[in-house]
C-alpha cells in the first residue's frame, strides 16, 4: 500500500513541476518521460542489484577509514575533548561527543582527499563519463551535462567552475537546469560527515548518500526541464580543457594538500558560524511564537509549524499520514535552515519517531543544498563567474530552490516506490 502511494506521489510531485513551469506548453512529454525512464533504471540499478548494492555497500568501509582518520588527527590535536580515551568517567550517556571537534572536521579531510584525487586525475575522467551519458540519454548539451555530473562530487558552486567559459553562453533552461544541479545534490566534502551522523540509524547509510548523489543528477534534469523547458532549440557543447577545473591551478601533491587544506578550512568555519547563528535564530522564533496561545495542548513553534505545512508532500513521498509532520518538521528545517541541522535533528529523534523505511526515505529527500543559505552562496558565485547573466541568474533563484526540492522530494518517492 505504502510502495502505491509513493508511485502516487512521483507522478504528483512531478504535476507539481509542471505547474510551477514557466511555459507548460513547451514541456516536451518524451523528454520528460525518458527523464523518468532514466531516473527510475538508475535507482533500481544502483539499489536492486546485488552486485551494484554490493559494490556501494564496500563505500562503508571507506567511510569507516576516513572517520577513523579523521578522529586519529582530532584526537591528536584537541586530545579527548577531540575523541581520544576519556581521563574520566562519563556520567551521562554521549556526553562525550562534541560535535565542532570530533564530526564536522571531517570536512577537511574530505576537501584535500577531493582536491588530491582532482590534482591526480583520477576524479576528471569519471566526471566526463557522466556528462557523456547524460548527454546521450536525457539529450542536455555537453557543457550543462558536464556541470550537473560535476555535482556529483562538487557543490554549488565548484561544479559550474568546469564550465566557467561557457556559462555566458547558456540557455535559459540550461542556466537553471545548472542551477538546480547546485540545489538538489550536496557535496562530497560533507557525504561523509552526514553518513557518520546517520550510520547509527540507517544500515549502509554512506552507500545511500553516495546513491542519492548520482540518483540526482538525472532526476534533476527531469525537474529542471519540466519547470524552465527549452525553448530556444539550441545545446552548449564542447568539451573543457583540464586547466577549468579548479583543483588543477594545484602544482604538486603538496600544493593540492595545502589548497584543499584551506578550502576545507574555510568551509568548516562557515559552517560552524552557520549553525550557531541559525540555531540560536531559530531559538529566538521560537520564543517569540511561545508568547502565542497553546494549540493541542503544545506550544507553537518553527518546527511544528513546518512541520504541518511539509507534511502532505512527505506523505506523497511513502511516508504513513501519522509520522508525516515529524518528517515534514525535518523537511521545514532543511529547507529554511540547512540539510546539516535537518540530518542532525534526524539522528536525534526517538526510535519510535520514524519507522526504518520512512528514515531511509527521509535521507533522500534531505540530500541536498535547496536552502536559502544555499542560495545566496550560489547566486554570488555564478553572478561572479557569468556577470552578464546577473538578472537571469537573480530571477531563477527562488525558483532552483523549489525545483531542487522538488527533485530531492522526487528521488525520496522513487526509494519509498522500491522500498
Not at 584526537?75 to 560535535?99: E, H, Q
Request: charged fraction near 10%; glycine fraction near 10%.
Amino acid at each position: 500500500m505504502l510502495q502505491l502511494q509513493s508511485a502516487f506521489g512521483v507522478v504528483a510531485l512531478l504535476l507539481i513541476a509542471w505547474a510551477f513551469s514557466e511555459k507548460r506548453s513547451a514541456v516536451s512529454i518524451r523528454q520528460a518521460i525518458v527523464g523518468l525512464i532514466v531516473t527510475l533504471v538508475t535507482a533500481l540499478a544502483l539499489i536492486k542489484v546485488p552486485l551494484v548494492a554490493s559494490a556501494f555497500g564496500a563505500i562503508n568501509e571507506a567511510v569507516g577509514v576516513i572517520a577513523a582518520a579523521s578522529r586519529a588527527g582530532t584526537s591528536f590535536v584537541f586530545g579527548y575533548v577531540g575523541g581520544a580515551p576519556l581521563p574520566f568517567d562519563v556520567k551521562a550517556p554521549g556526553a562525550d561527543f562534541i560535535l565542532a571537534f570530533q564530526a564536522l572536521p571531517i570536512v577537511l579531510v574530505m576537501s584535500v582527499l577531493t582536491t588530491l584525487l582532482f590534482y591526480w586525475r583520477v576524479l576528471p575522467p569519471i566526471v566526463r563519463g557522466m556528462a557523456g551519458l547524460l548527454e546521450r540519454t536525457l539529450g542536455v548539451g555537453g557543457a550543462v551535462g558536464l556541470s550537473t555530473a560535476a555535482n556529483i562530487f562538487l557543490g554549488m558552486v565548484e561544479a559550474p567552475l568546469f564550465i566557467r567559459p561557457y556559462l555566458a553562453q547558456l540557455t535559459r533552461a540550461e542556466l537553471f537546469l545548472v542551477m538546480t544541479g547546485g540545489m538538489a545534490g550536496i557535496a562530497g566534502t560533507v557525504l561523509v560527515l552526514y553518513a557518520t551522523l546517520l550510520a547509527p540509524l540507517i544500515p549502509d547509510a554512506a552507500a545511500h548518500f553516495v546513491i542519492a548523489s548520482v540518483l540526482g543528477a538525472p532526476a534533476a534534469i527531469l525537474v529542471s526541464l519540466i519547470m524552465v523547458p527549452e525553448t530556444s532549440g539550441g545545446r552548449t557543447g564542447g568539451a573543457l580543457d583540464d586547466r577549468s577545473d579548479p583543483e588543477m591551478q594545484a602544482s604538486s601533491t603538496m600544493d593540492a594538500i595545502v589548497k584543499g587544506t584551506a578550502a576545507g578550512l574555510e568551509l568548516l568555519l562557515n559552517i560552524v558560524a552557520m549553525l550557531l547563528v541559525l540555531v540560536a535564530l531559530v531559538y529566538l522564533v521560537n520564543a517569540m511564537l511561545g508568547i502565542l496561545p497553546d494549540i493541542g495542548g503544545a506550544k507553537i513553534s518553527l518546527q511544528r509549524l513546518l512541520g504541518y505545512i511539509m507534511a502532505p508532500v512527505c506523505w506523497l513521498m511513502g511516508l504513513p499520514w501519522s509520522q508525516a509532520i515529524t518528517a515534514g518538521s525535518l523537511m521545514g528545517t532543511k529547507t529554511v535552515l540547512n540539510e546539516l541541522i535537518a540530518y542532525v535533528d534526524l539522528s536525534k529523534l526517538p526510535t519510535d519517531a520514524l519507522d526504518a523505511r520512512s528514515r531511509l526515505i527521509m535521507l533522500y529527500a534531505m540530500c541536498g543544498f535547496a536552502n536559502f543559505a544555499s542560495l545566496g552562496i550560489m547566486i554570488g558565485g555564478l553572478n561572479t563567474m557569468a556577470p552578464t547573466r546577473r538578472e537571469e541568474i537573480n530571477s531563477l533563484g527562488l525558483k532552483s530552490i523549489v525545483s531542487g526540492t522538488l527533485t530531492t522530494c522526487l528521488m525520496g518517492a522513487i526509494v519509498g516506490l522500491l522500498t
